[in-house]
Structures are given as structure tokens and as C-alpha cells.
């Protein structure tokens, strides 16, 4: 189980492994959380930019950095309506869009989280890590679990029989896609699922065997218990009385969740369990909790088949835990203890298998070897006597609120950008008008304008275009953020999401004018320089005093930007171990001087220090 500061973890498992870039990744979500994504290719840039609490800098220029060079080998499957409206507006989401790609299942959600990362050195075997995790891509401090697989492919005709269903799972992906998908994107999916049939997983101890679970697709059943089993204890802080009857019928069982989800089982169904417990908030820093879940919005899911379904604060993990004889099956990912999650949403699990005296539910829950186990963090749960009051004007709203958003999320709708003098016009449509009658309401706007520009939907619904004017290059996006009311007062319930749209009529210099806005003096462009030529080892001291924040004034290198930084020595390291890292900063200084105001922003007397330096690159080309 991971601790609930969880970040720096999380983070970690996507790095590559010492000496190693990121060549593709593919991951999938739930829901997605833009700030999250933003922040991940540091980790591919191996960018350690932690301040001394190990909290993350916001440092523009490093995540500029970082999304040029790895956001087109991201490719990021996630539920269409699953993105969350981000909190504060960025320039830098521009970066995210193409990575992004909207999946759609027709009456259930798409609720993997899984991730596919190759990574590659110059003369060794092509890596791979597989992240099977119960958390999605967001901020969420909550508890969850995360295991990580790496290998190596080998070379063999053959494919590896286990790793079968993860292949056949990332090739039935793009299916799913709301729109048709870059041709990169199905390049990498076809890519990973080729060469992961010849992945020699290496497996974490105490565990001796495993296998791939991906569920909600044809030709993937959902795991079965194994023969012979005794006791089984379920882990999950979504519940559903369907689900549970029929488990705790088959076999004893210890069920674990969060006490407000229990709260909503009926009596008779719990008492089918031989122990039931609630995560102890206290003990799991429940008080730095966000409220994130496996929606965006704070309230009622139906594909969760939970009619209590709020923010999970202490608990996200998923995890089943089944004794048979002297083994144990331990199964962890995305999948909830609902009938939704084993029998209709898209879901991924993956089984590990070992000695029941090492991984078995008492090892589990008493610890093993003098550790603690997981019992610290439990609390016996008693049923109430009675049943929860249950506020009936809420939950119709919750509902009534959730059908416009579902059909808001299917319809087909465009961004269209057109040219205004200087500034543009943003045009929202629908290729196709539906007649929504509901009492709730929808407001819509660009996630690049403040919530003061969201403008009504109704219109939409009816055929007729919702128009942005006058807007700068830089609030041109393919995200709309979308609010959703039901009902009015203490009764009302509100759902915020964002959708990501096809859009057409982008201007070529888009990135062009997005690079001056960040690099905005030349003491940003002088760090960025740095970025590209320290293209490793940036966790030394020396280095990260280089990379001081321009926009820390006194910490600032000068008013040209280059101040005490030897910019030649640094420049003529690189060209002597890796000159082709050189070939980066020819592509920014190119980008930059496409424009006057581009230009302007290279440091002083940039020319007589660059000019030897790249005629000494071109030559060792021959």
C-alpha cells in the first residue's frame, strides 16, 4: 500500500530506469486531472524539480521543457467525460491535447489505470514497465495501490502466453476512442502490444506467478475464484449489495471499505461477512484529503452502482485477497466491489500469486516478520440499526444532473477557429441538435477563459452555434469545461467536467507564440538552453543551481540572462560527450527566430557563442 502523500511515489514509477529515455507510454484513467498530466513529463525528463519540503516547483520554463520534448510520445486513453476542470487556467495545456484521447462505452464507464512505458538505450534491449494501479491520473492523496513490472524483451517467435490479454487489451483501445485517433497514437498502440507478448516480466518478491485481467471487452471474462478457496477478504471503497450478496455466498469473507459506503449496504447483506471493517481516517491522514474520486464530480455515478457515491477521502485502493491451500491470489487495479465493476465497466485487475504465509489475508492484515500489517489503519465496523436517512430531493437531482451530462458527453461537438484581425473566434456546434428535456441546466466555456465566459447550452441543443470573440492565440483550445446544475438551494447538485473536442482552423504558429509567452525574457531562454543540453543527471547540486527559477528575483543571473553562467563551457560539454543533445537547442533558436519578438529574447551576444559551437556540430556529422 502506498502512504497518502503518495506523489513523489507515484512520480518515481514513471521514470525510466538509469541510462534509459522514454520511447511511447501509454496510459489509461477514469477520470484526469490536467495539472497531474502537466507535471508527469518531468518524471520522463528524469527533472527533479522538488523545493527542500519535496514539494513540486511550478516552474513554467521546466514544464516546457519537458512537454516538448515528451508530450508526443504520450498517448493517454480516459473517460470522454472524465477530465476535471482544473483550478487555475495554463498556457501550457496546449501541450496535452493531442495526448489526449476520449473513450467512450455505451451505458458504462471506461475505468482503467493501467500504464505501458518502452523505454530505450543506445545498444541495449528495449525495456518495458507496466503500472497497474487503482488510482487515477489526478492529485488525489487518497489510498491506493500501484504495482509496477519490469522487463525486458527478448528475442523469441513465440509470444509469451501471460502477457497475451495486456496486448490484445491495449490493440481493442482505440475502438473505444470518441474520434478517429492520430495515426501516432495507433502507431504506439501497435507498437507496445507487439513487442509486450515478448516481455520476460520480472516479478517483485514474495510473489511467484501472474496474469493480466482486463474486463468489460469481448473476449475478457472477469477472474474467478480459484478452486479450492477458503476465505477471501475484499478491499474497496465503492460497494454495491448485488455484488456482495453473491460473493459472501460463495465463500467466508472479510470486507473492507469506507464507512459512509458500508453505511449504504443493507443489513442483511453485511451480515453475510464474517468480519467488516472501515478505514480509520485518523490513522490515514484522511485530513489532507482532496475531494477526488473515481468521478470528477463530487456526487452519484451510476456506473459505479453506488447511490451514496461522494469524494473517497481515506480509501481508493482495490485489492482481493483469496487463501486456497498454502497459496494466496492477490488481485489489484481498478476494479470496485460492484456488479458494475466485474460485469459491465471497461476495468483491469492483475493477479499476483504467493505463499499464504507471506501474502495471504493474515499476512496481509497482522504483518509478516515483525512489519505491522494493514490492521493499524482498520477500525471493526458495527452495523446501525437502522438504515441511513437518505435526502430523496438530492439524489433525484444527483440523477437528473448525471443524464444531461451523459448526454452532453455523447454528442458530437466541434470547436471551429477563425481569424479576427489580430485575435480569433471560437465556434462551439453540434453536427447533431438533440431535444434535451430536463429540468437541469448547462453552462459551457473554453478552459482558457475565466468561468465568467461560460455561456448556456441550450442554444447548442437546438442547432444554433455558441460563439467566443476576440481571443488571444494563447486561449485557443480543444478543451471546453462544462457545468452541469440540477435543482436549486441546499438540494441542488452541480457536476463540472471538462470534454476534450475535435477542432479545426488552428493557426501553424500556435506553439510558435505559446514558445515566446513562457520564454518571455532572455534569462528564460538561457535556462531553457540549460534544460536541453543537461538532458541528465540533473539531481546534482551544480545543476540545480543553474536552473535556478527566472522568476525568483534574487536568485536572477543577470539582466541578459546569462550572468555568471559559462553558457560556451556548458555548451562545449555537451558538444564533447553528447553532441546531439545540440540538436535541440538548434530547433529553439530556429523557432525563436521565425519571429522578431522570437529573436529578441536570445541572450546577449548569443551568435559569437553559438555560431562555433553548432559549425563544430555539423562537422562531426561529416
Same mark, same amino acid.
Given at each position: 500500500?502506498?502512504? /497518502? ?32 498530466? #502537466?507535471?508527469? /513529463? ?26 516538448? +520534448? ?48 518502452? %523505454? ?48 490484445? %487489451?491495449? @490493440? ?23 513487442? *509486450? ?9 514474495? %510473489? ?28 474497496? /471503497? ?76 481515506? @480509501?481508493?485502493?482495490? *485489492? ?9 491470489? @492477490? ?46 489503519? @482498520? ?32 454528442? /458530437?461537438?466541434? %470547436? ?6 489580430? *485575435? ?6 453540434? #453536427? ?25 447550452? +441550450? ?6 452555434? #455558441? ?133 529578441? #529574447? ?21
Amino acid at each position: 500500500m502506498l502512504p /497518502p502523500n503518495q506523489r513523489e511515489l507515484y512520480l518515481s514509477a514513471l521514470r525510466p530506469p538509469p541510462g534509459f529515455q522514454l520511447d511511447r507510454a501509454i496510459g489509461t484513467t477514469y477520470s484526469l486531472d490536467l495539472i497531474t498530466l #502537466l507535471s508527469l /513529463p518531468l518524471s520522463f525528463a528524469l527533472l527533479d524539480m522538488t523545493n527542500d519540503e519535496g514539494k513540486l516547483v511550478r516552474d513554467p520554463v521546466a514544464l516546457l521543457h519537458a512537454l516538448r +520534448a515528451y508530450s508526443n510520445r504520450l498517448t493517454i486513453f480516459c473517460q470522454a467525460d472524465g477530465i476535471a476542470v482544473p483550478a487555475r487556467r495554463h498556457p501550457l495545456y496546449a501541450h496535452l491535447e493531442e495526448a489526449i484521447v476520449p473513450v467512450r462505452k455505451q451505458g458504462a464507464a471506461f475505468h482503467p489505470k493501467i500504464w505501458a512505458l518502452r %523505454f530505450t538505450s543506445p545498444g541495449e534491449s528495449v525495456r518495458y514497465r507496466f503500472l497497474c494501479l487503482s488510482r487515477n491520473i489526478t492529485g488525489d492523496p487518497s489510498w491506493d495501490t500501484l504495482l509496477a513490472l519490469d522487463g525486458e524483451v527478448v528475442e523469441r517467435q513465440r509470444a509469451i502466453a501471460k502477457n497475451r490479454r495486456l496486448a490484445d %487489451f491495449l @490493440l481493442a483501445l482505440p475502438g473505444l476512442a470518441a474520434d478517429p485517433i492520430h495515426a501516432r497514437h495507433g502507431e504506439a498502440v501497435s507498437l507496445l502490444a507487439d513487442e *509486450l507478448r515478448r516481455v520476460r516480466f520480472e516479478l517483485p518478491e514474495p %510473489f511467484t506467478d501472474y496474469e493480466f485481467y482486463p474486463m468489460g471487452l469481448s473476449g475478457f471474462p472477469p477472474p474467478k475464484l480459484p478452486e479450492g478457496t477458503r476465505r477471501l477478504l475484499i478491499l474497496s /471503497p465503492f460497494l454495491s449489495a448485488s455484488f456482495l450478496k453473491g460473493i459472501a455466498e460463495e465463500v467466508p469473507a472479510v470486507l473492507i471499505s469506507r464507512a459512509e459506503s458500508l453505511d449504504a449496504i443493507d443489513a442483511a447483506t453485511l451480515k453475510k461477512f464474517d468480519e467488516i471493517f472501515a478505514i480509520d481516517d485518523a490513522a490515514s491522514g484522511d485530513d489532507e484529503a482532496t475531494e477526488t474520486a473515481d468521478t470528477p464530480a463530487p456526487i452519484l455515478n451510476a456506473s459505479e452502482d453506488a447511490a451514496t457515491q461522494v469524494a473517497a477521502h481515506g @480509501l481508493h485502493a482495490k *485489492l482481493y485477497l483469496a487463501d486456497a491451500g498454502w497459496d494466496s491470489d @492477490l488481485w489489484t487495479g481498478s476494479t470496485n466491489a460492484t456488479s458494475a465493476g466485474f460485469h459491465n465497466n471497461v476495468e483491469f485487475l492483475t493477479r499476483l500469486t504467493g505463499k499464504k504465509s507471506k501474502v495471504g489475508i493474515d499476512a496481509f492484515l497482522n504483518g509478516v516478520s515483525g512489519s505491522k500489517g494493514f490492521s493499524q489503519f @482498520l477500525l471493526p465496523y458495527q452495523i446501525p440499526k437502522s438504515p441511513p436517512v437518505v435526502n430523496d430531493v438530492a439524489e433525484e437531482n444527483g440523477k437528473i444532473a448525471e443524464q444531461l451530462r451523459t448526454l452532453i458527453a455523447a454528442l /458530437p461537438l466541434r %470547436f471551429q477557429i477563425a481569424r479576427e484581425e489580430k *485575435l480569433y473566434r471560437l465556434t462551439l456546434r453540434t #453536427l447533431a441538435p438533440v431535444t434535451a428535456k430536463t429540468n437541469a441546466t448547462a453552462v459551457a466555456w473554453p478552459i482558457t477563459l475565466a468561468p465568467s465566459a461560460a455561456q448556456s447550452m +441550450a442554444p447548442l441543443f437546438s442547432g444554433h452555434d #455558441l460563439i467566443f470573440e476576440h481571443l488571444s492565440s494563447q486561449a485557443l483550445t480543444a478543451f471546453l469545461a462544462v457545468t452541469v446544475t440540477a435543482g436549486r438551494g441546499e438540494n441542488s447538485i452541480e457536476l463540472r467536467f471538462v470534454l476534450k473536442l475535435p477542432l479545426s482552423g488552428m493557426p501553424e504558429d500556435r506553439f510558435e507564440n505559446l514558445l515566446h509567452h513562457v520564454l518571455s525574457d532572455p534569462a528564460n531562454v538561457l535556462r531553457y538552453l540549460l534544460f536541453l543540453i543537461h538532458h541528465d543527471g540533473l539531481h546534482s547540486g551544480r545543476i540545480k543551481d543553474l536552473f535556478t527559477p527566472a522568476h525568483d528575483p534574487a536568485k536572477r543571473q543577470g539582466a541578459n540572462g546569462t550572468g555568471s553562467i559559462p553558457l560556451f563551457e556548458e555548451l562545449s560539454r555537451a558538444l564533447a560527450t553528447q553532441p546531439e543533445l545540440l540538436d535541440g537547442v538548434k530547433s529553439l533558436v530556429d523557432d525563436l527566430r521565425k519571429t522578431e519578438e522570437g529573436a529578441a #529574447l536570445l541572450p546577449t551576444n548569443f551568435d559569437s557563442v553559438w555560431t562555433p559551437i553548432w559549425s563544430a556540430r555539423e562537422a562531426l556529422r561529416g
